[in-house]
């Protein structure tokens, strides 16, 4: 990150971001997922009668977590850079130039499910009601495969506009994010109802649902600063008059 030269209350600060400060962020994901995986492997050798506990705030497959904070920065991050690129790219048709916002909002709420873990507050009522087990044990995933078919829907005039190779580091991104989330979930929940939560196959299950998660939503950050970048957009902070 640079700045300009020089400053003065009119002109404000330029402020330089160069696209190759993702790679720090691949090895930040990297560190989460091995942190929490590292959790896994010292609960089945050591336990957690230990003055460590569970170390749970490590742990993939939970709330309240490193793993669900960072996920949910990842998410504040892309939304940001959404409706930068919305201010960018705003003299272009409406349709095209929302979808920015459309993008911005979804991630923004995204960040704060991922947070407080709104769409698992139904897990146990539909899963009582209708007597759900095996790959249907958690049925949200019905509602984020309807949301996802939805989302994907609305952006593909958007797609079709974007440089070729950004639109397909978006769709990229977004096969392996939903390939976590809803690709593994089924899976996770049939090991959860048949073997039990902590299972040695659950918690592979879920890691790798959480890894899938995680990388998928740097890829698309990072595709964003490619967009941002080949777009020579420039971010200037100044004072309002």
């Known amino acids: 990150m640079s700045y300009v030269p020089a400053y003065s209350r009119r002109r404000g600060v330029s402020i330089v971001v160069p696209t190759s400060i993702v790679r720090y962020v691949y ?11 590292l959790r896994e492997v ?8 230990t ?27 892309i939304a940001a850079c959404a409706m930068v690129n919305w201010h960018k790219d705003r003299v272009r048709d409406g349709l095209v130039s929302y979808s920015w916002v459309f993008i911005a909002v979804v991630f923004f709420l995204l960040s704060i499910d991922e947070t407080v873990g709104f769409h698992e507050t139904v897990d146990v009522p539909l899963r009582n009601h209708f007597e759900l087990t095996g790959f249907l044990y958690n049925p949200w995933v019905f509602f984020g ?10 952006l593909v005039p958007f797609l079709f506009e ?30 959860e109802h048949g073997y ?18 995680m990388f998928g939503l740097t890829l698309f950050l990072h595709a964003n600063f490619i967009f941002m970048a080949e777009a020579r957009t420039n971010m200037l902070v100044r004072r309002s008059a």
């Open 42 to 49: 010292f609960v089945v050798q050591v336990g957690t009668e």
């Open 51 to 77: 003055v460590l506990q569970d170390l749970r705030h490590f742990a993939l497959d939970a709330e309240r977590n490193l793993g669900a904070w960072y996920s949910s920065a990842l998410m504040v991050l």
């Open 27 to 37: 090895l930040v994901t990297t560190a989460v997922v091995v942190l929490g995986l």
């Open 162 to 191: 974007l440089p070729r190779h950004i639109a397909i580091l978006f769709v990229v991104s977004g096969a392996i994010y939903v390939g976590g989330a809803l690709g593994m979930e089924p899976l996770d929940a049939f090991f």
């Open 145 to 154: 495969a309807a949301f996802v078919v939805g989302f994907a829907a609305l």
């Open 196 to 213: 039990g939560e902590g299972h040695l196959y659950q918690v592979i299950a879920t890691s790798v649902e959480e890894a899938l998660e």
